[in-house]
């Protein structure tokens, strides 16, 4: 843990001496190595599935909510 704490101290002094163009560079490659643990499965909201002659409800809002799982939370 101790290396890997002073491995990455070395990177952020080379990071530092870094143009802020290639520093938007590197942080666009981390994230992109990122995006496929981070993503999520989700299913879109129905056109016209709520439709009705009233205003919507709080009960409405409450199924359009997200609620993610123990293992979304996790990262998993």
């Not at 491995?7 to 530092?16: A, F, G, K, P, S």
């Not at 190595?33 to 499965?41: A, E, H, R, V």
């Not at 989700?42 to 709080?58: A, R």
């Amino acid at each position: 843990m101790v290396a890997d704490a002073q491995i990455l101290e070395d990177i952020v002094l080379q990071v530092n001496q870094l143009t802020p163009e290639y520093r938007l560079l590197l942080i666009q490659r981390i994230s992109a190595s990122l995006l496929p643990f981070t993503t999520t499965k989700t299913t879109p909201l129905q056109f016209g599935k709520y439709k009705n002659n009233k205003m919507s409800t709080l009960e409405d809002f409450a199924v359009a909510e997200w609620h993610p799982a123990d293992d979304e939370l996790n990262g998993a």
